[in-house]
């Protein structure tokens, strides 16, 4: 693997490969709490983090908003646009490897011209495909997952595999097939459905239950199509509640879940958690991927944050070290991140607009994981709030409590047992748990 790729023009000259300086350190361009080979409880922190860059946030998106222009300009433009996809990809490899990120993540068209018909859609996909899987073996860079954008082109306007029109599947499919093609030529380890219109406005013009038995079929077709070629890697749904359709189906970790189940999926899919479609959703980061951890199904993580004042999807790179900690806590537990790893899918601000800003949003996000790795393992290691935890079940642990738990006691023993009822308060020490987590925070390290 060579240290720094730099294709046939270096697109990002004033940045240099990033290292750690440690937190004392006044550079903007450099780590200061992500030491790539640091060892965190056995392993280094590149194996527990598993950074991926996203593509369409990175080199796609130009600062576009429903009220104003692009403000970014991305210097790989080029006027053919299959040239613009070649430098793009040249560029992105070299982003990848300045700043030290083992994985990436793209949506078909985020790396590859759609073009005026099917076949060019396929054939260019394929073309730009192989240059990947060039800079993927000349980087060592590897591929988290790819998607394919069934939202963006008004054909999906009234939603892809959920649409009422039979002929919009087809072409959902075509898509579908040919980046699980490219998915298995590039080594994918994980292929992402976000349902972006895989929803409804108005009921009035909706049979939900007729969809979401087609958004099944469509899922289970992809699964046996993937197996079928060669596709070894996880299938991954991405719960969002809203946005851009008014009721979105995947609507969060429990209802994607409980839609994997009641379809037949369990075995190939699993979630890719975002912490912005959490907060959307009512619900904080740390409760989808806990929900996921509780039901073996936690697969990638979408590692970004959302604003507090608003309740938009802001997609903004992290920076709250709570989240992380906490995230990174039920990682650990879980065993790490196994195939899936930490997806930037973030945007720095459209008035961000220096190439290195691209880095120093990297950096940001980077540190502030890194953070919650170490944080967390320590609260792991000292095991308070897990003693804590465990204690306030302990009455499950033996006796009649272990009993119920085993399923050894029926409605009417239950009531029975009434009499051992003890009539006392019991207090959830919240203020007290949390005070410890703020100690595991800020003390020095
Ligand atoms: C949209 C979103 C997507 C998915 C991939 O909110 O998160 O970028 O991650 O389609
Ligand atoms: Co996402």
Known sequence: MKDVFVGNTEYFKSVEKVVYEGPTSDNPLAFKFYDPDKIVAGKTMKEH???????WHSFC?????????????FPWTDPDPMQSARNKAEAAFEFFTKIQAPFYAFHDIDASPEGDSADQYVKNYHEI?????SLQD??????????????????YMNGAASNPEFSVLTRAALQVKTSLDVNVKLGGLGYTFWGGREGYMSL??????????????????????????????????????MEPSKHQYDYDAATAIAFIKEYGLEKDFSCNIENNHATLAGHSFAHDLQVCVNNNMLGSVDANQGDPQNGWDTDEFPTNVYDT????????????????????DAKRRRNSTDLEDLF??????????????????????????????RQRYSSFDSGDGARFEAGKLDLKTLAALSSTFKDEKISGKQEMLMNLVNQYMFRSR
């Open 129 to 133: 495909a192989d240059l990947l899987k």
């Open 61 to 73: 998106a130009d600062g576009k908003d429903p009220f104003g222009n692009a403000t970014i300009d």
């Open 325 to 344: 900690v906490e995230a990174m806590m039920i990682i650990l537990k879980n065993g790490g991140l196994h195939n899936g790893g930490l997806n930037f």
């Open 138 to 155: 000349a980087t060592g860079v590897k591929l988290l997952w790819n998607t394919s954008n069934l939202f963006s082109n008004p054909r």
């Open 360 to 389: 120093i949003a990297h950096i940001g996000g980077m540190d502030t994981f890194a953070l919650g790795l170490e944080i967390a393992q320590a609260m792991i290691d000292d095991g308070k709030i897990d003693h804590f935890r």
């Open 49 to 55: 983090l598993r950074f991926s860059i996203a593509y």
């Open 204 to 241: 009035w013009n909706t049979d939900t239950k007729r969809e979401l038995d087609h958004l099944g079929m469509f899922f289970a077709m992809a699964r046996d199509y993937g197996r079928k070629i060669g596709f070894k890697g996880n299938f991954y749904i991405e719960p969002k509640p």
